[in-house]
């Protein structure tokens, strides 16, 4: 199974509201990811949690800011956030492992919508 | 640093027709390579994947081989069905003691299979 699920599928949130996407995996991974995509571009790092402790943060604001509860699910809370912050999330997840090849899944993504 | 180059497109084919799409990357170690495909209003699924110079990998009739020599990664598929239609991005990571890193993409190129 490499199944990564992400809830809500949508979300439309006003600047002045707090809401949460979450993200589960069920592979027994350590690395998991959050991605911003907008619209006909790749995905960017926003930030990478491994053994469930933030390592790598790319310089994200903090309106956005994320949370591992534990090895199987990601959060990413939002609080008064911008039009331009609307895009695709996408979550993700990997082994971290010697030996492993960090080849990362992919869940399909909440598409926020600020207004 | 890291980065991936690739035609961006869009490539347009028939279907049936043979199909190259041209990844080259630049890399500080020794990364692991993989192709992702994306379809309209989905996350990404990892297509196949090579973790040192001359490995080939495949899935569903694509192809392609690491070539640390040329530094390349290039998807081929003998011939596509109109199901192919989607974008495709050419990615890497660096396997390392060090943690888990996020994937460098290139920008996409946009396929579109015509019957």
């Known amino acids: 199974d490499t199944e990564v699920t992400q809830t809500p599928k949508h979300l439309v949130m006003g600047m002045t509201n707090k809401k949460s996407l979450k993200c589960e995996q069920h592979?027994?991974?350590?690395?998991m990811y959050w991605y911003k995509q907008k619209a006909k571009k790749p995905p960017e790092l926003m930030f990478v949690?491994?053994?469930?402790?933030?390592?790598i943060n790319e310089s994200v604001p903090s309106r956005f800011s994320p949370e591992c509860p534990n090895s199987s699910l990601l959060n990413l809370h939002l609080h008064a956030l911008q039009p331009e912050d609307s895009a695709l999330y996408l979550c993700?997840?990997?082994?971290?492992?010697?030996?492993?090849?960090?080849?990362?899944?992919f869940g399909p993504g909440t598409r926020l919508t600020v207004t | 640093g890291n980065s991936v180059t690739q035609m961006e497109g869009p490539v347009t084919l028939s279907e049936e027709a043979f199909l190259t799409i041209n990844c080259t990357y630049t890399?500080?170690?020794?990364?692991?390579l993989f192709w992702y495909v994306q379809y309209p209003g989905e996350g990404l699924q990892l297509l196949l994947k090579?973790?040192?110079?001359?490995d080939k990998g495949s899935n569903k009739g694509f192809e392609a081989t690491y070539r640390k020599e040329t530094t390349s990664f290039h998807l081929e598929k003998g011939s596509v069905q109109v199901s192919d239609s989607a974008v495709y991005f050419c990615?890497?990571?660096?396997?390392?003691?060090?943690?888990?890193?996020?994937?460098?993409f290139g920008k996409g190129t946009h396929l579109i299979i015509q019957p």
């Open positions: 993700a997840s990997s082994q971290e492992s010697s030996g492993s090849s960090y080849e990362q899944y």
């Open positions: 949690y491994s053994y469930e402790k933030l390592s």
């Open positions: 890399a500080t170690g020794y990364p692991s």
């Open positions: 990615a890497l990571t660096i396997p390392s003691g060090g943690g888990a890193d996020g994937l460098t």
């Open positions: 592979m027994g991974h350590r690395a």
């Open positions: 090579a973790t040192k110079a001359d």
